[in-house]
């Protein structure tokens, strides 16, 4: 029970720091903007595609967090021990009786609330001015839900990545350089990488067997693969994402590469920072 107050009372200190920073305020007012974007500008032609507009707009913000969430996550903790190396605070952390798994679990949990917090209300504003306008559809509230949730699960994968290169380097500009770096490999390179090997193959063994297991092993795809294959067949998607729905995988396989992302990064930057001698 003391474990649970301890961590809390890091949590707690995590959120309170990123208020102060605004965190909480520009990571909302970004998602709020960009899903409304995407929900007047997306959700027009819904009738003559026989989609709704909550559905077609839950296809178009399933592409779109994959590059939004992450960049957050790793924005929101990439400093979190880095910056108190920095600033020669996390000697004095360490002091205290809080152990070391609570310290960075508590931080997880605090930088994870913010972004919750994040696409909650943001995501949740644009899907209530959808239904005003567009009038409700019980499918297109699921997949509303639906995309809610897994966001809040990509994000935690992201966040855990940025507490990992947080605590593997002293830092703060490195760290940042570092985040930047993994965010363009998995979210923008690696999707590029698998459209050029689909060219190359040609409807080859790369693309019938090689292709769906690198999907699913990348957390933005997985993301992606899980949302997209839910929605009804009249949501039109493209590129990789129109290939989610024809993979021989089942949704829930992507939902189990997401949580063994999350467990692999948070247990690595658990070693990590054990290891880490400020």
């Known amino acids: 029970m003391k474990s649970l107050y301890r961590i809390a009372a890091v949590a707690s200190t995590e959120t309170r720091l990123a208020s102060r920073n605004r965190w909480v305020l520009l990571a909302t007012l970004i998602l709020v903007l960009f899903a409304l974007a ?3 500008l997306g959700a027009g032609p819904a009738g003559s595609r026989g989609a709704s507009a909550l559905t077609l707009t839950a296809a178009s913000l399933a592409t779109l967090s994959v590059y939004l969430i992450p960049l957050i996550a790793l924005l929101l903790s990439y400093e979190t021990i880095a910056g108190e190396i920095e600033r020669n605070t996390l000697p004095l952390v360490l002091a205290t009786p809080v152990r070391r798994s ?9 930088h994870l609330a913010v972004l919750s917090v994040a696409i909650v209300v943001g995501y949740g504003i644009a899907g209530a001015a959808v239904t005003l306008v567009h009038g409700f559809d019980p499918g297109g509230a699921l997949a509303w839900a639906r995309l809610i949730v897994t966001g ?3 994000g935690a994968v992201f966040v855990a990545i940025g507490i990992l290169v947080s605590a593997s380097t002293p830092r703060v500009g490195t760290a940042a350089a570092l985040v930047v770096g993994i965010w363009l490999l998995l979210v923008v390179l690696y999707d590029l990488a698998l459209l050029a090997g689909l060219i190359v193959d040609d409807g080859g063994m790369f693309t019938k067997t090689i292709f769906p297991l690198l999907v699913v092993a990348n957390p933005g795809d997985a993301f992606r693969l899980f949302n997209l294959a839910a929605l009804e067949a009249s949501a039109p998607v493209a590129g990789i994402d129109g290939l989610a729905r024809s993979l ?6 992507a939902l189990a590469a997401l949580a063994g992302w999350l467990v692999v990064m948070l247990s690595a930057g658990l070693v990590r920072f054990r290891r880490l001698r400020p």
Request: hydrophobic share 65%; no cysteine.
């Open 102 to 110: 609570e310290i960075l679990i508590g931080k997880f949990l605090g």
């Open 152 to 154: 809040i699960l990509l």
């Open 38 to 40: 995407l929900a007047f």
């Open 248 to 253: 021989p995988f089942p949704p829930a396989l």
